[in-house]
């Protein structure tokens, strides 16, 4: 499943700063860049970004349900083997949208507050002219992630909790059903 969100801009969206600020997060954020082959989770070079879609909806009476239509057009319609993240900016005559959307390998609660948070300093930076954009230190790659996993999964540590497991494993019903309290 995906999760999404979308933004209620306080200013009208400049579409070239912005899609340089999601080039930046990009390569800021590995997962940004994931896609999903042959059921295997890869991340892609840093020229790979996330593209920004463009409804203009100004003057349009039912922009409301264009852009509900359209949101859920985006989140269904991910394309795990292309990207796992999408984005859109809507115009009304109101305010300017962003949607993203993104799905659940990689990006949680706490995920959207540091992509949010480095969105708009990125947006902003650019906006009031840097030349270079200045974010938080990048944290762990998803690579150093997967190697961390592995060395766990080999550790001593971890092998300590196998008698564990093994007497969970020993008092399941031999059908590998649990019975349901009623």
């Known amino acids: 499943f995906n999760q999404s969100n979308l933004f209620r ?3 009208k969206l400049d579409t070239i700063l912005l899609q340089k600020a999601f080039d930046c997060l990009s390569r800021q954020h590995d997962l940004m860049r994931a896609v999903v082959k042959d059921g295997h989770l890869s991340v892609n070079g840093i020229e790979k970004t996330v593209r920004i879609e463009e409804y203009d909806l100004t003057g349009k009476t039912d922009a409301v349900n ?3 239509r359209v949101c859920a057009d985006m ?3 991910i394309d795990m083997a292309k990207a796992l993240m999408r984005a859109a900016v809507f115009r009304t005559g109101e305010a300017d949208y962003l949607f993203v959307t993104a799905h659940h390998f990689i990006i949680d609660g ?3 507050r540091v992509l949010g948070s480095d969105l708009e300093s990125a947006y902003r930076q ?3 002219g840097a030349d270079e954009i200045k974010l938080p230190a990048k944290t762990h790659t998803y690579n150093d992630y ?3 996993v592995c060395e766990y999964s080999r550790s001593y540590r971890l092998s300590r909790e196998i008698p564990y ?8 019903p031999e059908n ?7």
């Open 9 to 11: 801009c306080s200013e």
């Open 66 to 68: 264009e852009i509900s």
């Open 75 to 77: 989140k269904s319609g």
């Open 110 to 112: 706490i995920s959207w």
């Open 126 to 128: 650019l906006k009031s």
């Open 146 to 148: 997967v190697k961390a």
């Open 165 to 172: 497991w093994e007497s969970v494993i020993s008092r399941l």
């Open 176 to 182: 590998n059903t649990v019975q349901r309290a009623k």
